[in-house]
């Protein structure tokens, strides 16, 4: 247990007790955030431990030591971000701050992954951040952490246990700044510095210029998947842009394509191969398209499949071979 002197004499005076302060037991905070001294978890004299988180009512503080040393100890804070992480360790304390850990989460990792170029398996790269991330800290505080915790480690945050409540708080602060920041960023995305992006529909009035958007997002097993639709077709894919980059997975062709479709289906003079073209697909597309015409009948089907000329030919050598 810790307490802050300045506060055990302030709380004197008020309430004519002291007593222990929530702000000042939580793990990663060495500093009163009111009066910025360093907290005190043993007698600075003997050493002699407070009290021990282990003691089920820990006795009310007294400011003596039972060896009679005064604790009266104020140590000024000169490094600042002691003073930020209590001030921000502190507002998880508050209830009026909701914290949706898994999007928290979500956010780190996007940070992470596109920002950082970091994950669970470019070992490498990981040191190099790491390096950066605990050097913001200082390497005496990242010790003092480390002894109580567990190791600070960038990418723990991939690791399959939970996370201690400090390493929220510590990434908060390292990507920016305060927790409330953070809460207000945007989720970075891959796409970021893009708004608009080519309409791939070849039968789309707006083929090939930027109209296509981004209109969802998604984190799948640390990867991200971008939801983009074209407002003019209705054409959507997604994309993921983790490890498999550029993989574009068609969602729909859109209203625009299918209705170019069932008008080429039905001419006579269009065949597949003609369809290919106009509608820049595969057959796989126009397979799957067709299960939507069961009616078709076979002889139009034929006709799609094979030219006029061929057809005649066919039926003239069924008719031949009769003979
Ligand atoms: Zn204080
Ligand atoms: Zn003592
Ligand atoms: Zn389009």
């Not at 996007?110 to 200082?138: C, D, M, P």
């Not at 296509?212 to 990867?223: A, E, P, R, T």
């Not at 170019?260 to 595969?282: A, N, P, Q, V």
């Not at 061929?310 to 003979?323: F, S």
């Amino acid at each position: 247990m810790c307490l802050c002197p300045l506060c055990f004499i302030e709380d004197m005076h008020k309430y004519g007790d002291p007593y222990w302060h929530r702000s000042h037991q939580l793990a990663g905070t060495l500093v009163c955030d009111t009066h910025n001294i360093m907290l005190l978890s043993e007698c600075p004299v003997c050493g002699e431990v407070l009290a021990t988180s282990t003691e089920k009512i820990p006795k009310v503080p007294s400011l003596f030591c039972s060896s009679g040393h005064s604790l009266e100890c104020v140590i000024p804070n000169h490094n600042k971000i002691l003073l930020t992480i209590a001030c921000e360790n502190r507002l998880l304390l508050d209830e009026k701050v909701n914290l949706d850990v898994i999007e928290i989460e979500e956010k780190m990792k996007g940070i992470l992954l596109y920002k950082e170029h970091i994950s669970n398996k470019h070992t490498s790269r990981n040191i190099k951040v790491n390096r950066k991330f605990q050097a913001k800290f200082s390497e005496e505080y990242v010790n003092r952490i480390e002894d109580s915790i567990q190791s600070l480690k960038v990418n723990s945050i991939w690791k399959k246990q939970s996370i201690h409540p400090i390493f929220y708080v510590l990434y908060m602060i390292y990507f920016s700044g305060s927790i409330t920041n953070f809460v207000h960023e945007d989720k970075y995305l891959p796409w970021k510095n893009m708004k608009s992006w080519p309409c791939p529909n070849k039968v789309c009035p707006n083929y090939k210029q930027l109209v296509v958007q981004l209109v969802d997002s998604k984190m799948i097993s640390g990867d991200i998947y971008g939801y983009f639709m074209c407002p003019t077709c209705g054409y959507a894919y997604s994309e993921c842009d983790g490890d498999n980059l550029g993989t574009l997975d068609i969602i729909s062709k859109g209203h625009l394509w299918e209705a170019k479709f069932k008008e080429l289906l039905y001419r006579e003079d269009i065949s597949f191969d003609d369809m290919k073209e106009i509608l820049g697909t595969t057959f796989y597309w126009i397979e799957k398209e067709l299960k939507k015409y069961e009616d078709l009948g076979l002889e139009l089907l034929l006709e799609k499949l094979y030219s006029k000329e061929i057809l005649e030919n066919i039926k003239t050598d069924a008719h031949i071979n009769k003979k």
